[in-house]
């Protein structure tokens, strides 16, 4: 979605590496010395991954070395890391400890691996939302009175992202005031059921009393109290979950707001982040250990497109600028340290603007005609060597599902021993029987691959194709390098990495254990032996694992090395701009949801039901249980549209609705990120119907009337423009607009090496200095051309930071501090001020709406 004219819009991206806990304080009850341990990560309370489940660890430290990447499709507060202590005799897991940090301290991490410390959990810490709350001081004067009585009015509105406690939230508010002598005064709503974002509308009056003596400025309505009678000092308000249990109400979070100074007929409006009780963690033992976590987190507000013109069209003119070092797309990748974020982006960027090959092509002729051992060929972590990697992992993720995932599941599901290491053998096991198992698994990894290059994506094709070509020109005696060039890639750093890692490239979401992760290991290395035997024909005797001398000589025979050679050339032989059909349908996506019933039966009750969901690229079905008969077959080219369902409709969070001929079927995913995913596919896979809808009902049907536009025909039109999108590929949709937002941020980030770099080659430029200027070790051929490139680029740089400051300060002069956009204790507001108070001059921030009534 490109943000409008005049606005922006914020994405954010999160890529974890879960790596190991040390020090935990040991169980309270006999456990043989092990645990089964795992972790799990939320945004504020909501959960969105969980690791696999370390099985049988040691008491005082855990290994899980798991990684999760995300877009963050909402705005937090919190990213929390919580360990779970699974309990196997009592069938229950007890939260460890949790690492818990705060949003705004996440670029202090960036990219570094960083040990937290593991801090206590407890029902007073756990918060989250913000509620409306006005509040209103009053005086009224009776008859013979000579001083006018003080009359406090809260009124609680309503409230917003409320924690959901045991899959509910039934909120309700207590409002308590604290008098100036310690006594309090309690009231409370309504409860309200099964919503996190409930509207009270309540008004409360807490009143003082009318015997007392003082005096009553007249410009500022302050009234001073002389005698001993207690004032108004606080109102607290806090959120509750009403829960009748054994264990009572659930608190939520409470505002605490100082009411001394108020003037009369004053009257504060504002919403308040939840905040934790002041003893959260105050009765709790501290030393809990500790957790290791590598941590990127990158946060970016989004111009509209035509914003970006000058520096899109720099770098992706890049492909045609001779010599290739003096371009904008290789001076990002020499200046920026951040390399792997550099190649995200621009591989995202050429690949959208389909000039990926070329790019890809371009850097490649570069990196080959420097060589001088063809052994070391895109051996490094060059910037091309990196991009193809990247491009493999955009455009291949259905290529590795439709390969490897019916062999990986067969795996998963048989768990057939397969160690042949004599000295990692467990008691009692056969090395000819494990020794056999791997055999066959080998087999069944390996048909498949060689039977797969007309499944491969066509622009893999195109960029083999073009690396095939360019080894036959640089190195023309030498046969063996067009096998290795490509091998190198499709083996080493596609088939290989998603078998030894299949979670990180989404072809499972189940633990894996022990046993099984050592069998992916033996697989993957033999994977990539049958790639490097392609082009070097070392013979396996000469292998340093000599237990694996009987796999390798299995595998790598010349039936094997011929069979492999073939698969690479027409792999590489693909006419480019084919587009293959999905013959056989692919899984891309499929889990368990929760869904409406779509009224299929005249007088069935539609009523919610948990179901197993798979999508295909020729259908969506789903089935009571993972792989049960499907209940339901919904074809690819019937769904008419995708979207969001309005959360007032069912009172349900992470709804989405999909639309067919004459019913709409109504599916609830497990958190914000799952609803994400599923959406993005499924509207990627119908995105070329010709029936879609362009105009829908974000609203539901429900008794005899659509809620969003009231209307009471079921099959009246929508009333709501459906989402666009615009996707070029079945396989990845890209967002050009943000990438260019996250090269711009990097090179920000590094604006000084750029303008050092700039200087440098000016001085050579200007006075023919026979120093050379180098820039990572290459010493740049011609500094006057990468002057000029380097000039239009800290250019385009500097426009684009100077229409973020005008947008910015745009942003901080309309969103007023107390508002739902940025309620109080939104630090992000007041860093915002912070920065333009300084600028400026001046230190004001502006306060909650202050109303000052006059005396009727």
Known sequence: MAAAPGQFRLEQRLRVKIGEAKNLIQRNHGSG????????????????????TAEKTHDMSVFFGEEFQFDIPREFRYLSFYLHDHDRPMKTDKIMGKVSIKKDDLHKYHGKDQWFPITPVDADSEVQGKVHVEVRLIMVRHLNDCCPQHMMEVKILESSDLAVINGSCDPFASVTMVYTNRKQEMKRTKAKKKTISPCFDETFRFEQSSHRVGSQDRETHMYSLVDDDAGFMEVRVALWHDSPAVFGNVFLGEVKIPVTEMGAYEERDAWYFLQPRDSAGKNQRGDLGTLRLNIHYTSDHVLSSQSYDSLRNLILQSTGVEPITTSVAWLLGEVVPQKQDVVQSLTRVFLHHGQVVSFVSAFARHEMSKITDTNTIFRGNTLVSKCIDELMKLVGHHYLRSTLKPTLDLIFRERKPC????????????????????????????KPIINSPLNCPPVMCQIFSELKELANTYFPNEREVRYSVISGFVFLRFFAPAILHPKLFDLTSEPIDPSTQRTLTLLSKTVQSVGNQVSSRTSYQNFRENYMREVFAHCITDKHVEQTRTFLEILSSIPNGSQKAHDTPVVLKEGFMIKRAQGRKKFGVKNFKKRFFKLTTNSLTYSKTEGGTPLCVIPVKN????EKVQESSFKIKNMFQLVQEGRTLYVQAMNCVEEKEWMDLLNKVCQYNSHRLKQYHPGAYINSMWLCCKSTSENAPGCSAVSNYLDCDLKVHIDSDREMERLKSLLVDNLASLKKLHNMCENAAMYGTTQEVTIGGVVLEHPSRTLQSLHSLIASVIQLQQEHRSHQLRMFHTVRYGSKQAPIGDDNYLLLASKFDNSSGTSEVSAPVRKTSSLC
């Open 33 to 52: 010395g092990q645990r089964d341990v795992y972790c799990r990560i939320s945004l504020d309370q909501e959960q969105i991954f969980r690791s696999a």
């Open 419 to 446: 160690e042949i290491d004599p000295t990692k053998m467990q008691p009692g096991e056969s090395r000819e029987s494990n020794l056999s198992n791997l055999k066959e698994y080998i087999n069944q990894i390996l």
């Open 639 to 642: 769904i008419r549209a995708v």
